[in-house]
């Protein structure tokens, strides 16, 4: 489910082939920017308070997840 790719490949001879990130990278990195960006209240608080970029992260991974499995049915 997760190594699906994000983006269409090309195999043509004359174009350069790379699957890319998978879906899930891209949809993990939708969601961390969404996650950073809907914390505005935290813009000029002191670092203690800012989540860690561990937890931003998994956070994002978990969403990206929910959108795979909701995208499976």
């Known amino acids: 489910?997760?190594?699906i790719p994000a983006f269409p490949s090309s195999t043509h001879?004359?174009?350069f082939s790379s699957f890319g990130m998978s879906l899930r990278?891209?949809?993990a990195a939708k969601a961390m920017q969404a996650l950073i960006t809907s914390q505005?209240?935290?813009i000029g608080r002191e670092v203690a308070l800012l989540p860690?970029?561990?937890e931003v992260a998994a956070a994002a991974y978990r969403d990206a997840d929910e959108m795979?499995?909701?995208r499976s049915k």
């Open 40 to 42: 505005p209240h935290l």
């Open 68 to 70: 795979l499995r909701e």
């Open 25 to 27: 990278d891209s949809l």
């Open 1 to 3: 489910m997760s190594d």
């Open 52 to 54: 860690s970029a561990r």
């Open 13 to 15: 001879p004359d174009y």
